[in-house]
C-alpha cells in the first residue's frame, strides 16, 4: 500500500483514479466523501457521489456503489456490497458477505447478520434484526427483459431475534 493513488480501468475501458484512505488503505473514488475518523479496509471500493459517516468501520473487500450513504458509527463488514442510491442509517451493523441492493433503506440501528440479502428497492425498519426471511426471497419478482432475477420491492421481512425489555 505504498501508492497514494490507483487507477482502474472498468470493462468499458473507462480509468478510474482512487485514492487510498488514510485510515485502512480503501479506494475512494473521486467525489465520494468520506470522513476522516472512518476506517476504511483494504481493497474495498466507495463509488462516486457516496458518502461516508464518521466513526464507520467497513471491512476488507467491500464495495460501496455510487450514492450510498452510510450514517454515523455504521459497521459494515468483509465482503459486503451496498447497492446504488442505498441510505444506512447510523450504529447499522451489517455482517461479512452480505448483499444490499439499490436504492434500500435501512433505519438507525439495524442490525443485520452475516450472508444477508436486502433486494433492491427494501425497507428495513428499525428494531429489524436478522436474515432476510425465505418468503421475501421467493416472492422475487424478474423483469422480462432480464434473465436475472431481480428482488420484490416493498418491504423485507426478517426474523426478529427479540429483545430484552429496559
Do not use: F
Not at 65 to 75: E, F, H, K, P, Y
Not at 137 to 150: E, G, Y
Amino acid at each position: 500500500m505504498n501508492a497514494k493513488y490507483v487507477s482502474v480501468e472498468d470493462d468499458a475501458g473507462k480509468v478510474t483514479r482512487y485514492v487510498r484512505h488514510a485510515n485502512g488503505g480503501g479506494l475512494t473514488a473521486p467525489g465520494a466523501s468520506v470522513a476522516e475518523s472512518a476506517r476504511i479496509g483494504p481493497m474495498t471500493y466507495v463509488e462516486y457521489g457516496a458518502r461516508i459517516g464518521s466513526g464507520c468501520r467497513i471491512g476488507h473487500g467491500s464495495w460501496i456503489d455510487r450514492d450510498a450513504t452510510i450514517g454515523d458509527r455504521a459497521v459494515i463488514g468483509d465482503g459486503v456490497r451496498i447497492g446504488r442510491g442505498t441510505v444506512i442509517g447510523s450504529r447499522v451493523h451489517i455482517g461479512s458477505h452480505s448483499r444490499v441492493g439499490s436504492g434500500v433503506l435501512i433505519e438507525h440501528g439495524v442490525h443485520l447478520h452475516a450472508d444477508s440479502a436486502v433486494p433492491d428497492g427494501g425497507h428495513v425498519p428499525l428494531g429489524s434484526t436478522g436474515r432476510v426471511s425465505e418468503q421475501a426471497k421467493d416472492r422475487a419478482k424478474v423483469p422480462s427483459t432480464s434473465k436475472i432475477p431481480s428482488a420484490a420491492k416493498g418491504p423485507v421481512h426478517l426474523r426478529n431475534k427479540g429483545r430484552m425489555a429496559a
